[in-house]
């Protein structure tokens, strides 16, 4: 009797103790899965306001390249009384005494050509454009201000340093609109064909894809700490699963020990 007794109390303190490493196990595993939690949840907020800063300093970047693009020439009033100057809020440098230009049949290599053109009285070149990277041959386009002759047969620069070849002869001067507007080379509105404007939007587009790419990076971070969270909580479920099994098979070796007892006494 004295033996059965000693028996059941030793597996009453054996169950004692593996509940006792249940319940740690568990708890240990709970404080872990909150501390991946809490390091996830600082992390995405890490990488969220670095991608802001990011995409909000590339934009900054974008809005002062445009901002200090060469604007558009625009005819000025004055000229209707004979004073044939653009009124151009983009700083135009100081002409350099200009060589003899040389008449071509073609264009160099590299310089798009501009057909059936003319010039502006704000000095810019409107025509067809062909040879052109930026632009489908055919299209109408028009060129800012010239700051040599423009002469068919030649090349002609712009005072952002873009070059056209102006094949043929010009059209002469084209009419104007009454009133206070500005030139009409065509019913169709010209295009802008000067290379920093080009450069700009390529700017743009690459900012654009490297905000995307971050995105991206920051989706895959998330879903990656979500796995993680993930597996944690398995790991809990699983250490919950087996300290359930340990208190059972503890109680039922205690059941088993008091019936021993039991049929001993």
Same mark, same amino acid.
């Given at each position: 009797?004295?033996? /059965? !007794?000693?028996?059941?109390?030793?597996? =009453?303190?054996?169950?004692?103790?593996?509940?006792? &490493?249940?319940?740690?196990?568990?708890?240990?595993?709970?404080?872990?899965? /909150?501390? &991946?939690? *809490?390091?996830?949840?600082?992390?995405?907020?890490?990488?969220?306001?670095?991608?802001?800063?990011?995409?909000?300093?590339?934009?900054?970047?974008?809005?002062?390249?445009?901002?200090?693009?060469?604007?558009?020439?625009?005819? %000025?009033?004055?000229?209707?009384?004979?004073?044939?100057?653009?009124?151009?809020?983009? +700083?135009?440098?100081?002409? @350099?005494?200009?060589?003899?230009?040389?008449?071509?049949?073609?264009?160099?290599?590299?310089?798009?050509?501009?057909?059936?053109? $003319?010039?502006? =009285?704000?000095?810019?070149?409107?025509?067809?454009?062909?040879?052109?990277?930026?632009?489908?041959?055919?299209?109408?386009?028009?060129?800012? %201000?010239?700051?040599?002759?423009?002469?068919?047969?030649?090349?002609?620069?712009?005072?952002?340093?873009? =070059?056209?070849?102006?094949?043929?002869?010009?059209?002469?001067?084209?009419?104007?609109?009454?009133?206070?507007?500005?030139?009409?080379?065509?019913? !169709? $509105? +010209? %295009?802008?064909?000067?290379?920093? /404007?080009? &450069? *700009?939007? /390529?700017?743009?587009?690459?900012?654009?894809?490297?905000?995307?790419?971050? @995105? !991206?990076?920051?989706?895959?971070?998330? =879903?990656?700490?979500?796995?993680?969270?993930?597996?944690?909580? %398995?790991?809990?479920?699983?250490? @919950?699963?087996?300290?359930?099994?340990?208190?059972? &098979?503890?109680?039922?070796? !205690?059941?088993?020990? @008091?019936?021993?007892?039991?049929?001993?006494?």
């Amino acid at each position: 009797k004295k033996e /059965a !007794a000693a028996s059941a109390a030793e597996a =009453r303190r054996q169950a004692a103790e593996d509940k006792k &490493e249940a319940a740690a196990s568990a708890a240990q595993a709970r404080r872990q899965e /909150a501390e &991946e939690k *809490k390091e996830a949840a600082a992390e995405a907020k890490r990488q969220q306001a670095a991608q802001k800063q990011a995409v909000g300093n590339k934009e900054n970047n974008v809005v002062k390249a445009l901002d200090k693009s060469t604007s558009k020439g625009t005819f %000025s009033l004055f000229g209707l009384i004979g004073n044939n100057q653009s009124d151009d809020s983009s +700083p135009v440098p100081a002409v @350099r005494p200009q060589k003899r230009q040389v008449r071509a049949t073609k264009s160099p290599r590299g310089v798009p050509t501009l057909e059936r053109w $003319k010039q502006n =009285r704000n000095g810019s070149i409107a025509g067809t454009i062909k040879g052109s990277s930026s632009f489908e041959d055919g299209e109408l386009v028009t060129t800012s %201000s010239i700051i040599n002759d423009a002469v068919g047969g030649t090349v002609v620069q712009t005072a952002s340093g873009s =070059r056209y070849f102006l094949e043929g002869e010009g059209q002469g001067q084209p009419k104007l609109f009454k009133g206070l507007g500005g030139d009409s080379a065509s019913s !169709a $509105k +010209p %295009s802008s064909v000067d290379n920093t /404007a080009q &450069e *700009k939007k /390529a700017k743009a587009e690459k900012a654009k894809q490297e905000a995307v790419a971050k @995105r !991206a990076a920051l989706a895959e971070a998330t =879903r990656q700490k979500a796995e993680e969270k993930k597996a944690a909580a %398995s790991a809990v479920a699983e250490a @919950r699963r087996q300290a359930a099994e340990d208190k059972k &098979e503890a109680a039922a070796s !205690a059941a088993e020990a @008091r019936r021993q007892a039991a049929e001993d006494k």
